[in-house]
């Protein structure tokens, strides 16, 4: 449990926050797999994937665009409103980069034991 | 702002199908019936949120996906983590409590990478959208004054208010949790897109959950549902779903954070809809006896002190009116017939993960407490509870006494 509250300003530019005293959670302190580089080096890669998306996600925008005759501009981009099918396209597409990229942090490790 | 709309600007729900129900057209309240999940294009539009940017929305729907796919890829962990703990010399004990079963669980590798990317996802899950709206502070602040003052719905902040300590945790490792940051509405409302990709009953990519929440609200016998209240609204969802069903209702949405209803206002102002929304304490409400004819709230109360829970069932029932109904939706809880206590090592484990590291800090509080119990305490009668199919949700009702 945390020893004590963070701080928080009342006021930023001389405007209220609403916002109050918390007590932050030691959660990213946290040393799980032997060194903490490790465990740095795991959220390092979940962060990649997610960066890659995001590019992976503007291109797949911009050939909508394209399509349409529609210039590829930041502005454009950035307003696109995608459609039912395309939300559930892209969200399949998601879930198997993530699983081919990924689903080797959750293999087995009992045949290497095996093998000694 | 350089981006679409955090909130398309739209009217109501016109177009979609009404009906009146309860025993006569003239007492019955009005209500708007349709399937959240097959939603029409211009409410689905209406509904389609994003963050400032769309590079921080890719991510956090990338952090989403890992997650969905990463569920079933640790097919006979519970059997690896014996084998490995037996290769130390241990044996699993099924009287370890959820502590030592999450301890003994790491000394497995597959175990504690399934942990490590669980939380590493969860963690750029919120930086993501932290990070997406303290870039943008300036102007979305800005845009909060604006809305601060505008209707149809009332807004009420109460900066002076005491706020329990309870509530001051970094919930689900929230950045600085409901009540610490300006911007801790907004922080929520996305992340709980986040919540719902891993598992397709709770998808609410398009509020569809809390839309369906409303939809299937059970309401008092005789049909009259004038006036209704959410307790710990956070970013207003659910009372805003309501307003959806019922247009003719006077809703209100309370919590606890300031920034939660700020958000939750600037929400309603944007879909156009006249909810209420005040920084107020679910224990303490300030309105008077007998006001509402349906009190709810979604998963608040694993997210107060067991104590808490006691008094916010006291004060549901002291502002419902007589056969009036309150109906908490959140996790099934001991004096349930449905409920289950972990016992697996997995599940041991796994709770105490999420109650410690995702931190849930009153979760085990709840669990252990008997929720349907405290509903009768309270004063309620015909006090039903089960399971619901098809998710991790209670089905908890009670009725005040006519």
Redesign the interface.
């Known amino acids: 449990m945390?020893a004590g509250?963070?701080k928080?300003e009342?006021k930023?530019g001389g405007?209220?926050?609403?916002?109050?005293?918390?007590?932050?959670?030691d959660?990213?302190e946290?040393v799980?797999?032997g060194s903490p580089h490790i465990?740095n080096l795991?959220?390092v890669s979940?962060?990649l994937?997610?960066?890659i998306?995001?590019t992976?996600?503007?291109q797949l925008?911009a050939e909508k665009l394209a399509e349409k005759k529609i210039p590829a501009t930041?502005?454009n981009?950035?307003?696109?409103?995608s459609s039912?099918e395309e939300?559930k396209a892209?969200?399949a597409q998601?879930?198997?980069?993530?699983?081919r990229v990924?689903?080797v942090?959750?293999?087995?490790?009992?045949p290497l034991k095996e093998q000694g | 702002m350089?981006?679409?709309d955090l909130f398309p600007i739209a009217g109501g729900i016109a177009g979609m199908a009404t009906l009146m129900s309860g025993k006569s057209a003239e007492a019955a309240t009005r209500q708007n019936v349709f399937d959240p999940y097959k939603m029409p294009e211009d409410m689905?539009?209406r509904y389609?949120t994003r963050m400032p940017?769309?590079?921080?929305q890719?991510?956090?729907?990338?952090?989403g996906?890992?997650r969905?796919?990463?569920n079933n890829?640790?097919?006979?962990l519970e059997e690896?983590v014996a084998?490995t703990l037996a290769e130390q010399g241990v044996k699993v004990d099924p009287n370890w409590d959820l502590k030592t079963a999450w301890e003994m669980s790491?000394k497995d590798?597959?175990f504690?990478?399934?942990?490590?990317?669980w939380?590493?996802?969860q963690?750029?899950m919120w930086a993501?959208i932290k990070d997406s709206f303290d870039g943008q502070a300036d102007e979305v602040?800005a845009e909060l004054?604006k809305t601060d003052r505008m209707g149809p719905g009332k807004l009420e902040?109460n900066?002076e208010m005491d706020?329990p300590e309870y509530t001051?945790?970094?919930i689900h490792?929230q950045p600085?949790?409901y009540?610490?940051?300006?911007l801790?509405g907004a922080i929520s409302a996305f992340g709980s897109k986040h919540f719902g990709?891993a598992n397709a009953n709770l998808w609410n990519?398009h509020q569809e959950r809390h839309l369906k929440m409303a939809q299937d609200m059970p309401i008092p016998k005789d049909g009259e549902v004038k006036r209704i209240l959410d307790m710990g609204t956070g970013w207003g969802s659910l009372a805003a779903s309501l307003k959806e069903r019922f247009p003719d209702a006077e809703v209100w949405g309370i919590d606890v954070g300031?920034?939660q209803v700020?958000w939750a206002h600037h929400r309603a102002v944007k879909l156009g809809l006249d909810v209420n929304y005040a920084?107020r304490l679910a224990e303490d409400t300030k309105f008077p006896d007998g006001f509402f004819d349906l009190v709810t709230s979604y998963i608040l109360h694993h997210e107060v002190t067991s104590s808490a829970t006691k008094k916010i069932a006291k004060e549901a029932f002291r502002v419902l009116r007589p056969g009036g109904v309150y109906h908490p939706i959140d996790f099934v809880t001991a004096g349930n017939d449905d409920f289950k206590a972990p016992k697996s090592l997995m599940q041991k484990a796994s709770v105490w993960q999420d109650h410690r590291?995702?931190?849930e800090v009153w979760s085990l509080q709840y669990r252990a407490t008997d929720f349907p119990q405290a509903l009768r305490d309270a004063g309620f009668t015909s006090v039903t509870a089960k399971a619901k199919p098809g998710g991790a949700f209670g089905d908890l009702t009670g009725t005040k006494p006519a």
Do not use: C
Not at chain 2, 112 to 117: G, I, V
């Open positions: 945390p509250k963070t928080v009342a930023v405007k209220p926050t609403y916002a109050t005293d918390y007590f932050k959670s959660t990213e946290q799980w797999l465990d795991v959220t979940l962060a994937g997610g960066e998306w995001a992976r996600q503007r925008i930041t502005a981009i950035e307003a696109y409103k039912p939300d892209w969200e998601r879930v198997e980069m993530a699983r990924y689903g942090l959750g293999r087995s490790l009992k | 350089k981006r679409r689905r539009q389609s940017t769309l590079d921080r890719s991510a956090e729907d990338f952090y996906s890992f969905l796919a990463m890829q640790y097919p006979g690896e084998e790491m590798p597959r504690a990478m399934k942990a490590r990317t939380i590493s996802g963690q750029l993501a602040l004054e902040l900066p706020v001051r945790y970094e490792i600085a949790g009540v610490g940051h300006p801790a990709r990519d300031g920034p700020r920084q590291y995702n931190n």
